[in-house]
């Protein structure tokens, strides 16, 4: 595709300070969207991914907000439609990881984790359907731990699967503006929390080396290694681009096609 399928488009992401969130920012800001990266605590982390978009010639911005909280979600939508005028494309990535034995689980615990990862999905959701231009994107965000088992892992994959439920009715409730609900299951991947989540992953992965830890990931997938952010990155760029228009309502897999998935 062109590098520059999305000039003059608006994008805003969430959790876009770090890992993935950040790589799908650079991603379409390379495709020449004008990029609202939201972040929940660390401004500094999003201020830098922020300044390396601007070097691509493109505007952005950093906006706070607390995903699980509805209306810092309707006040985020509101200062990026004043600053740009327009929303084209939503990615909805923030999210929290959580393992845990059965008996250790809370009933806070799994209040906490659905708040950010459904109803938080949901709440941006909900204003993308206000703030967004016709021929728009949605894209939200589950785990491949949706569709397979993973020890101690209940609460975060119930939440994640609930997620792939929301998009296929949110495809439906978009759909007579041409808008398309897409959701992006990733697995495997690289981020600042590999090799602490992999761990905990494997059954006896506390007792691997980080090394051991990759070799064994890399195995699960016939291209023979993990997945990096830019993997998944370049999967939204696709979602996003103009040869996507007839994709919706669907889980996009993005594990290096795993036999495990």
Known sequence: ???KTLAGKVAIITGASRGIGAAISLKLAHQGANIALNYKSNANAAEE???EIRTLGVRAITLKADVSQQEEVKAMFEAAQKEFGRLDIVVSNS???HFADIADVKGEDIDAVFAVNVKGQFFVAQQAYKYMEDFGRVMLTSSISAVKGVPRHAVYAASKAAVQGMTKCLAV???SRNITV???AAGGVKT???TEM???YIPGGDKMSPQQIEELLSKWSPLGRVGEVEDVAGVAALIASPDSQWLTGQTWQVSGGSYMV
């Open 182 to 184: 897409n959701c992006i």
């Open 1 to 3: 595709m062109s590098n």
């Open 198 to 200: 992999s761990a905990k």
């Open 95 to 97: 999210g929290i990881e």
């Open 49 to 51: 991914v922020a300044k």
């Open 173 to 175: 409730d978009f759909g």
């Open 192 to 194: 600042d929390m590999y």
